[in-house]
């Protein structure tokens, strides 16, 4: 099942939203890729973007959290944090294991779902505050 991109998931931030979708974009490629068949071959690519995208989004969106003294910040750290560790354990399994379907269902179904949760319960906060700051 593909993620789709909805109009709850839009912080109104147009990077963090165009990043956003990028994330969603790589998991649902490796969905594609697994109905066509090819889900073995593409699971290191997704791995390997996600491994670098993420920090690099995170690290985004951290930036504009400080910027406005968004109040929950050290706990909005603390759950890129964890996301960056669940990737990279994928990383470690994908190359200790190699592509094991196993694998490829676990990061659609848990990066995904997580992905699409943290969105709606707490970038949507970040935003709001962004917002309430007048800028």
């Known amino acids: 099942m593909a993620f789709s991109w909805t109009k709850d998931l839009e912080t109104g931030n ?10 969603i974009q790589a998991i649902n490629n490796l969905l594609e890729a697994c109905s066509s068949g090819k ?6 690519n997704t791995v390997d973007f996600l491994n670098q995208y993420t ?13 406005y003294k968004y109040p929950d910040f050290e706990n ?3 759950y890129h944090e964890g996301f960056i560790k669940v ?3 994928f990383t470690t399994r994908l190359k200790a294991n190699g592509p094991t379907i196993q694998l490829v269902g676990e990061i659609n179904m848990q990066l995904g779902s997580w992905l699409i949760n943290h969105i709606k319960r707490e970038d949507v906060k970040v935003a709001k505050h962004i917002l309430q700051q007048g800028k």
């Open 87 to 89: 990737v990279e354990d």
């Open 55 to 67: 920090k690099t989004h995170f690290a985004h969106e951290q930036i504009l959290q400080q910027k």
């Open 76 to 78: 909005h750290k603390k």
């Open 39 to 44: 889900g073995r071959n593409e699971i290191a």
């Open 14 to 23: 147009a990077q963090i939203d165009t990043e956003h979708k990028e994330l």
